[in-house]
């Protein structure tokens, strides 16, 4: 057993985890992270779609941050989208602008890894976290052995399972409510259209969630979705909704047919929006350990890093200047709580929606194009609290004809 002394200990090596160290490490903090994969950026876990920088800005107008740490390099975009697709349970089509790009997480998180370590942190794989203790004690276990590690601050960026946010008391209540298991396949030999990213809705495609073909090229796209098991009457698990989707779907049985599976990944994407405390005493959550998703569309990637400076600020300046680490909770409430506080009252009204298809056909016919974007965008064209009584008493006017 080996024990060693940190400033800073990070669990998890995605996109938070590494900006988080590597601010971390400019500010002259001793730092290491910690991640349980073999390798960094490794099985992609995601759609790898990350909206432009000016995108970005509309959809944050209060992060700056955000947008200049989403100006990816252009050698890690394989693809830029300039429409998002989404359809309706009847297969209802509505469309409209939404730049992105689409970039190569199998390249890119190794990257952001690479820039951690030219700063001094240490990154060690294939090390998984038993637990923290209540005095701020990692304990470890690789290759090795066990490992004790003892860190001022410890930053759990370590997914929507996290359990560095389990050990300060911090966890959805409602699991098969707010998270979501998610499957994805990259496939090749797909005819698709290069500038378009679609989404689908639909009971049957993926209750309380929807299905994604996000296109990596001409040929290539990523095909997923995520359901939550609140929304499900079968024991269908994600696997087996892609598979009929793939094969059954109108959009997909000419395009797919030919089509050949490289690559297959899952995971657990929280769809609760923010967790009630991000920070204790010693302890800061970042990216998806923190809820930092926008639930109206499942975007985790800018929040992720935006969050995950925010993370390396707060922990020197709590380790210099003895600042507590609530500052991190009202400085990313301040440039991103207010648009995850939205995606999450959006996906709340959605919630009464999408238990009935035809209900949610309607609505989305009724909101059309220029809602629909909004509410993509984190934005509803009234206050939540409104909105949300007014699709109450409109279900119970439907539900009584």
């Not at 290491?32 to 990350?50: A, M, T, W, Y």
């Not at 600042?323 to 919630?351: H, M, N, V």
């Amino acid at each position: 057993m080996s024990t060693g002394s940190y400033d800073v200990a990070i669990v998890g090596a995605g996109p938070a985890g590494c900006i988080a160290a590597k601010v971390a490490t400019q500010h002259g903090l001793k730092t290491i992270v910690f991640d349980s994969r073999n390798h960094i950026g490794k099985p992609v876990q995601c759609g790898e779609f990350l909206p432009i920088p000016e995108e970005l800005k509309n959809i944050f107008p209060n992060s700056a941050r955000i947008a200049r740490l989403a100006d990816v390099p252009k050698k890690f975009i394989t693809n830029r989208t300039s429409k998002l697709m989404l359809s309706s349970p009847s297969n209802h089509q509505f469309e409209f602008s939404l730049i992105s790009n689409i970039i190569d997480r199998a390249k890119y998180d190794p990257y952001l890894a690479e820039q951690a370590e030219a700063e001094g942190a240490h990154i060690h794989l294939q090390t998984t976290v038993i637990r923290r203790t209540d005095s701020n004690l990692l304990i470890l276990r690789n290759k090795s052995g066990r490992q004790i590690i003892n860190a001022k601050v410890i930053i759990g960026a370590d997914g929507a399972q996290s359990r560095i946010a389990q050990s300060i008391g911090a966890s959805y209540q409602n699991k098969a409510h707010d998270l979501s298991p998610a499957i994805q396949f990259v496939m090749t030999n797909i005819e698709c259209d290069p500038n378009t990213t679609e989404m689908y809705f639909g009971h049957q495609i993926a209750p309380g969630g929807y299905a994604w073909v996000i296109p990596k090229s001409e040929t290539m796209v990523n095909i997923g979705l995520g359901f939550r098991r609140a929304f499900t009457f079968t024991s269908e698990n994600a696997f087996s909704y892609l598979q009929r989707f793939i094969s059954s779907h109108p959009a997909n049985i000419q395009r797919m047919k030919k089509g050949k599976i490289l690559r297959k990944s899952g995971a657990i994407i929280p769809m609760g929006g923010p967790l009630s405390k991000t920070y204790s005493d010693s302890v800061l959550l970042v990216g998806d350990a923190a809820g930092h998703v926008m639930a109206s569309n499942g975007g985790g990637i800018p929040t992720a890093l935006g969050g995950g400076e925010l993370a390396g600020i707060a922990a020197a300046q709590h380790i210099h200047q003895n600042q507590p680490l609530c500052w991190y909770e009202a400085a990313w409430k301040t440039e991103f709580g207010e648009e995850l506080s939205s995606a999450l009252g959006i996906l709340r009204i959605a919630d009464k929606i999408m238990i009935s298809d035809s209900l949610t056909d309607w609505c989305m016919r009724l909101a059309g194009p220029r809602y629909l974007q909004k509410l993509i965008r984190c934005r509803l064209p009234f206050p939540v609290r409104f909105a949300s009584k007014t699709f109450v008493k409109l279900l119970a006017l439907l539900s009584s004809f």
